[in-house]
């Protein structure tokens, strides 16, 4: 795996969290209907934070594993 297969990697995962914040959690309003604004919020808000978490998790996987196929 080389630099570029790994900067390839990460800017695909960065590019698909920013693809789900863009498409599944700004609509989420509609999903949920007549439910008032902060709690609309508070879901989108939960939702964005525990997928850049992932992001941040899985960014060290990658990066994990490509240090290690590096040093071996």
């Given at each position: ?35 008032s ?36």
């Amino acid at each position: 795996m080389g630099p570029a297969l790994f900067m390839a990697g990460m800017w695909a995962m960065v590019l698909a969290v920013a693809a789900f914040l863009v498409m599944v959690v700004g609509p989420i309003d509609a999903l949920l209907g007549n439910t008032s604004r902060l709690a609309i919020s508070a879901v989108q808000a939960v939702v964005a934070i525990a997928s850049v978490v992932a992001l941040a998790f899985g960014l060290g996987r990658l990066k994990r594993a490509y240090l290690r196929r590096k040093l071996h």
